[in-house]
């Protein structure tokens, strides 16, 4: 399994950006996929899962509302919708894919990294 994030970028307070990850290997629909990001202090936190179908996600209370997860299975692909950043958001966001529950939002859970994609979020 290989995790290609792309989409990063810098953008001013209030704008948005949508994070794509490309997923390659076999039985796409049968992980789930979660993004975690990573900020200067070190500390990977967990941002957003989805489910292997789709029908279920979770979010950390910091990015609820402002970010949405979606995939397609049938392109082995997930996105990280984000809008209304904040400086706060600045950060390298990893995705990753795991044969988990959604409600597991610690990183030794999940299996497969990505190299991750730097958002800078400027006020």
């Known amino acids: 399994v290989q995790l290609v994030e792309s989409g990063g970028g810098s953008v001013q307070a209030g704008g948005s950006l949508r994070l794509s990850c490309a997923f390659s290997?076999?039985?796409?629909?049968?992980?789930?996929v979660a993004w975690f990001r990573q900020d200067l202090r070190g500390e990977r936190e967990f941002v957003a899962a989805?489910?292997?179908?789709?029908?279920?996600?979770n979010y950390a209370d910091s990015v609820k509302v402002r970010f949405t997860i979606s995939r397609d299975n049938a392109k082995n692909a997930v996105w990280l919708q984000m809008t209304n950043l904040k400086p706060e958001d600045t950060a390298v966001y990893f995705c990753?894919?795991?044969?988990?529950?959604?409600?597991?939002?610690?990183?030794?859970?999940?299996?497969?990294w990505g190299q991750g994609t730097q958002v800078t979020v400027s006020s």
């Open positions: 290997g076999r039985s796409f629909s049968t992980y789930a």
């Open positions: 990753t894919a795991a044969h988990a529950v959604i409600t597991d939002i610690q990183t030794r859970v999940w299996d497969y």
């Open positions: 989805i489910s292997a179908s789709g029908a279920f996600t």
